[in-house]
C-alpha cells in the first residue's frame, strides 16, 4: 500500500511540476485538469480495478488508467448542426406572410417562377394567418404569386412593388418583385399580400 501511494505521490508530483499543460501518456492534460488531480487519480483507482494488482503499481499503468479517465471524463463532441436559416442541400427556400382581403386566408397555391425560363415550383399551403415556408426552389431569379385553390376565386396575390410601398392607395406599382434564390439559403420577407392588381397582373393560373 505504501508503495503504491508513493508512485502516486510522484506521478502528481512530476505532472504539477511539468507547467500549464502536460502531456499524460500521448493525453494533454489542461491546467484545470491538473488541479483536480488527485479526484482523478481517485476515480481511476475506482473505475479501473483490473489494473490493481498485489504487485506493483506502475506508473505506466497508473498513466494509463488516468489517460483513460481522462477520455471518459472528456465531454462529447457537439452533433453537427445546421445553421439556422440554411439548409444543407442544392436548393433555396423563400419564406414570408400570406395575406387575403378578407377575415381569413384560404387554402391557395404560392407558385415560384423561375425568369429564365418560366419553369414553377409550388407550394400547397392550406390557409389560416400566418407565415409560409417554401423549401426545394433550385438557385435562379424567381417571382412569387399565389391562386386560391377554390378556382371560384379568380384574383390573383403576389409579392409586389406594391408590397414594400406598403399597400396604400398611392401604391400603384403591381409588378413582381424578381427574388434571388441560392442553394442552402433562406430568403425572408416574401410576402405575398398584393391581391390588388389589375388582371392579367400576373401569370396565369397554370
Known amino acids: 500500500m505504501h508503495k503504491k501511494t508513493g508512485v502516486y505521490g510522484i506521478l502528481i508530483m512530476a ?15 489542461s491546467e484545470t485538469d491538473m488541479t483536480n488531480i ?12 483490473q489494473l490493481v494488482s498485489t504487485g506493483d503499481w506502475g506508473a505506466t499503468q497508473f498513466a494509463m488508467a488516468v489517460q483513460s479517465t481522462l477520455t471518459a471524463m472528456a465531454p462529447m463532441p457537439d452533433e453537427p448542426t445546421v445553421e439556422p436559416g440554411r439548409d444543407s442541400s442544392g436548393t433555396g427556400t423563400a419564406t414570408g406572410g400570406i395575406c387575403f382581403p378578407s377575415e381569413g386566408v384560404p387554402a391557395v397555391t404560392v407558385y415560384a417562377q423561375n425568369t429564365a425560363d418560366n419553369s414553377l415550383v409550388r407550394l400547397d399551403y392550406p390557409g389560416g394567418w400566418g407565415d409560409y415556408v417554401f423549401p426545394g426552389i433550385p438557385p435562379g431569379d424567381y417571382v412569387f404569386f399565389a391562386y386560391p385553390e377554390d378556382e371560384s376565386i ?10 414594400l410601398c ?26 405575398i399580400c398584393d391581391w390588388y392588381a389589375p388582371d392579367g397582373s400576373f401569370p396565369p393560373r397554370p
Open 166 to 191: 406598403g399597400l396604400g392607395a398611392e401604391c400603384t406599382d403591381h409588378s413582381l418583385i424578381v427574388v434571388h434564390i441560392e442553394a442552402g439559403v433562406t430568403v425572408e420577407g416574401v410576402d
Open 154 to 163: 379568380t384574383m390573383a396575390g403576389g409579392y409586389t412593388q406594391a408590397v
Open 15 to 29: 505532472i504539477l511540476a511539468c507547467g500549464p499543460c502536460v502531456v499524460v501518456n500521448g493525453t494533454s492534460v
Open 38 to 49: 488527485a479526484n482523478i487519480t481517485a476515480y481511476a483507482m475506482t473505475t479501473t480495478p
